[in-house]
């Protein structure tokens, strides 16, 4: 097993070279990835208060949105 992996240590797969030269021929690729994450996933941590304030004033869903409301 050792013996394939050696063979192998250098190669890089066409993806990956695209990538790469893709990201040489515009740097600011890696920048706006950042800016699109920042904007999507990184939040500011919020406080207990604020939790338990969205969660109580948060409405209650159906389990199937587009059934009509049964009566009973």
């Known amino acids: 097993m050792k013996l394939l992996f050696k063979q192998h240590r250098g190669y890089e797969s066409d993806h990956t070279q695209f990538i790469k030269s893709l990201k040489e021929k515009n740097p600011a690729i890696e920048q706006g ?21 969205q969660r109580d004033s948060a409405i209650a869903q159906q389990a199937y949105v587009y059934q009509n409301k049964l009566t009973d």
């Open 33 to 53: 990835q950042q800016q699109g994450r920042a904007l999507l996933w990184d939040k500011a941590p919020q406080s207990l208060d604020e939790r338990a304030r």
